[in-house]
């Protein structure tokens, strides 16, 4: 079987090969899938990275044939261009599937649908849907002070909470299409498949749960090694993330745990903002640092730097407890992480959260954007050991369940199987 992904990031294996453009990394969960993939002898893989200012290249390699394709500045966040186009179908041509298989809605490579041909089934995975998230954009931003912390970029309309409102809104439409245009849709949640049939009734939806890397499979928590009223949050970049709610139940719980610590990655710190911050910063970081000057939690919240996979599963076995304050999310891998290590977590019940985890079972759960009950959530395991270990030892089960490398690896291929059967079956009968 031979399958074709196309994804927007250049798999860490790829990357030396690249000699030209601007690749971005990252899909942290599509690595250990692809090389759990290519383990099967009956699959042949393809991949394709579309790299800004790139070129057009193709590189056999053990593991699976990398083609890059060139693509401009924003390409994959507006309609195809015809030249870029005609590179996919270069590489369709070229390794010639039998499915093509998009990772993601968030960008416009779903579009291909209606420039392949119709014999070649086309599947797409679900990761978040732009769409569906705007409204919670507008909804974590609407507490947010930003006007009055937006820097001279920001007013010039580059970056910053507008620029990303504006861009959200634009794509969402043609979103919608690539929803509309396509059959078939992998997903995980409840969440992404009520927005994927609000979207396209007539889709077939195909569930597959996802794989994460090494490190979070052999890294264990241990409430008696772990730092002591530590909190882990993986991500602060942008409001829809949630660290302004946790910032106001820290603010709560500093009289009772003066000493506790927040680590947060790619974080600024909660100094005072420079002039060269409201000259080329971002309106909602320096929110974020005004928020923690004001409350003097300078010392509560730790900076990090960009974390590896090893490095993020050894902070989680640090921390006393994971919190996700997200307004939305679909299935977020950092909640996997955390309780396939084991950390005891505490989440905002969003999206496709409720999937995932059992309140006061394998997590805990506060309603979105509610720092007291979150405040409240803490405390409880902060101060209740047998809390923390209950919570830890369930996260850990479900996890294990939830991305065993063979049951999902076999969920991917049967699926691909029925789709090419049952397209060719469709295709046929018109």
């Known amino acids: 079987m031979r399958i074709l992904w196309v994804i927007h990031d250049v798999l ?41 200012n790139g070129q057009y290249f193709k590189k056999h390699t053990e593991e699976a044939i990398f083609y890059s394709i060139p693509i401009k500045q924003s390409d994959n966040q507006r309609r195809m261009r015809q030249p870029t186009i005609g590179f996919y179908l270069k590489v369709i041509d070229d390794f010639k599937p039998d499915i093509v298989h998009f990772h993601g809605t968030e960008k416009n490579f779903g579009l291909l649908r209606e420039h392949v041909k119709n014999t070649i089934p086309i599947v797409g995975s679900i990761q978040g849907i732009i769409n569906s998230y705007l409204p919670y954009l507008y909804m974590a931003s609407s507490d947010v002070k930003y006007t009055r912390s937006r820097s001279l970029k920001n007013w010039l309309g580059k970056g910053g909470i507008t620029s990303m409102k504006k861009k959200w809104e634009t794509y969402s439409k043609i979103e919608c299409e690539i929803f509309l245009q396509n059959q078939y849709f992998i997903g995980r949640t409840l969440w992404d498949k009520s927005q994927a049939y609000s979207l396209n009734p007539k889709l077939n939806y195909f569930h597959a749960e996802e794989l994460l890397r090494e490190p979070f499979y052999t890294t264990d928590w241990d409430i008696n090694q772990c730092e002591p009223h530590s909190i882990f949050i993986s991500s602060g970049a942008y409001p829809i993330k949630g660290l302004h709610v946790l910032i106001r139940a820290i603010n709560i719980l500093k009289g009772k745990y003066p000493k506790m610590k927040v680590y947060v990655p790619l974080f600024q710190g909660g100094g005072k903002p420079k002039v060269k911050d409201y000259l080329l910063g971002d309106d909602y970081p320096i929110y974020i640092r005004s928020l923690i ?77 509610d720092f007291r009950t979150l405040a409240y959530q803490i405390d409880r395991i902060f101060s209740d050991k047998s809390l923390a270990i209950k919570l830890s030892q369930q996260a850990k089960q479900v996890a294990d369940r939830r991305h065993d490398i063979e049951i999902t690896t076999r969920q991917y291929i049967d699926i691909y199987k029925q789709i090419i059967i049952r397209h060719h079956e469709s295709s046929s009968s018109v």
């Open 293 to 369: 000057l004001k409350f003097k939690l300078q010392e509560n919240f730790i900076p990090l730097k960009r974390l590896s996979a090893v490095e993020m599963a050894n902070q989680f076995a640090q921390s006393h407890v994971f919190v996700l304050p997200s307004f939305i999310e679909n299935s977020p891998n950092s909640l996997g992480e955390a309780m396939m290590v084991g950390t005891p977590t505490i989440t905002s019940f969003a999206g496709g959260v409720g999937s995932i985890i059992e309140n006061e079972k394998s997590s805990l759960l506060f309603p979105i954007g």
């Open 12 to 52: 860490e294996q790829f990357l030396p090969y690249v000699v030209k453009g601007k690749p971005s990394t990252g899909g942290s969960w599509i690595t250990p899938l692809f090389n759990s993939l290519c383990n099967n002898e009956s699959i042949k893989l393809g991949v394709i990275s579309p790299i800004v």
